[in-house]
């Protein structure tokens, strides 16, 4: 099975709204396990705020190996921090791992990224270019589109 290039790979994500980043994880033990990563369902609502914002998205990684969310940065924003929420309480997080053969979600009322001291309000139809640091793959860039303040993907609306 022939393997497309990296740069082909990302260009071709990119035009259709998402990422994908293949790269080399720590051995566990046969050799050739790593990650393959994959992001999908990116998106922010529209903030309420010019300050902050919140940006969903789904890691997957069909690899055979996990890896670790170590940080996330984007120009359009001094800051931006990973959060839990369990049990009504929102509190930053540290790495979080995306298992093998299994995926990263980040949605209303869990995980979710924190955009703080934006540099300019996103606008519903603009798009923010978020990078997603990993501790094994690098770094992989997502186009996350800005969606309506109510936005609900299950439904689209």
């Known amino acids: 099975m022939r393997r497309p290039a990296p740069a082909a790979a990302l260009l071709a994500a990119t035009l259709t709204g998402t990422?994908?980043?293949t790269g080399c994880a720590a051995s566990s033990g046969?050799?050739?396990?790593?990650?393959?990563?994959?992001?999908?369902?990116?998106?922010?609502?529209?903030?309420?705020s010019a300050a902050m914002a919140a940006g969903f998205l789904t890691i997957e990684?069909?690899?055979g190996a996990k890896d670790e969310l170590t940080s996330v940065t984007s120009a359009g924003a001094e800051d931006v921090t990973v959060h839990q929420t369990a049990g009504g309480v929102m509190k930053e997080a540290g790495p979080l791992t995306v298992p093998a053969h299994g995926r990263l979600v980040?949605?209303?009322g869990g995980n979710h990224l924190m955009f703080d001291k934006l540099k300019r309000a996103p606008r519903q139809g603009q798009t923010v270019l978020v990078e997603l640091h990993f501790a094994e793959s690098g770094t992989v860039k997502?186009?996350?589109?800005?969606?309506?303040?109510?936005?609900?993907?299950?439904?689209?609306?």
């Open 61 to 63: 990684n069909k690899g």
């Open 142 to 157: 997502v186009e996350m589109p800005v969606k309506s303040a109510t936005y609900n993907p299950t439904t689209g609306h």
């Open 19 to 21: 990422a994908l980043l």
């Open 30 to 48: 046969t050799g050739d396990a790593k990650a393959e990563l994959s992001v999908h369902s990116a998106y922010m609502p529209q903030p309420l």
């Open 106 to 108: 980040f949605e209303s």
